[in-house]
């Protein structure tokens, strides 16, 4: 401890060598993410070596572990008020709106494969209906067809692709509704 008071750097190596792995598993048993544990460690001793001349220390093994857990402490609560802010900010965490990203696409990919596979007309109708927000009678003239017609196509597309996506267990009802809506 004297050595690291004056300034000694290799007093502070010796010191990482000898706890690193010990305040790391308490950092680790606390967060359970390596990383963040890591981060944790660093952050100690940095603060030990900074406030060297300031601290005093009884039993460094001691100050070190305590100081590890209330940094964890801050990190936790620190996380915790970011996640309040964006929640409030935004409604929903960053990882919610890449996970709805990530359904959405494969879904809107999956009805587009559906739709490819449609007869023609059938196609043509629900394209112009949910792609290109047409209404019946705008595409019953757009196709030459009876409004009838055009209402019959439109509903055999929805009626496969519904029965498609219950045939593979999709659950993703809310996308569903969005999408072919």
């Not at 060598?17 to 390596?34: E, M, P, Q």
């Not at 112009?128 to 196709?143: A, H, L, T």
Request: aromatic letters at 8%.
């Amino acid at each position: 401890m004297s050595s690291l008071k004056t300034g000694n750097e290799a007093a502070i190596g010796e010191i990482y060598r000898r706890y690193w792995r010990k305040l790391l598993a308490i950092a680790f048993n606390h967060t359970k993410d390596k990383v963040a544990a890591e981060e944790i460690v660093q952050e100690v001793l940095i603060k030990l070596w900074d406030k060297r001349d300031q601290v005093k220390i009884d039993s460094l093994p001691n100050y070190l572990a305590t100081a590890t857990k209330f940094s964890v402490l801050t990190a936790i609560h620190r996380q915790k008020r970011r996640s309040d802010i964006a929640l409030s900010v935004y409604g929903k965490t960053q990882h919610d709106f890449d996970d709805e990203k990530i359904y959405a696409r494969f879904l809107q990919e999956y009805i587009n494969g559906i739709v490819e596979k449609l007869p023609e007309k059938c196609r043509l109708v629900f394209k112009y209906s949910r792609e290109e927000g047409r209404s019946i009678p705008q595409i019953s003239v757009e196709m030459n067809i009876a409004e009838k017609t055009a209402e019959a196509h439109l509903t055999k597309a929805l009626k496969v692709i519904r029965l498609s996506l219950r045939s593979i267990g999709m659950v993703y009802l809310v996308f569903l509704l969005n999408i072919i809506r």
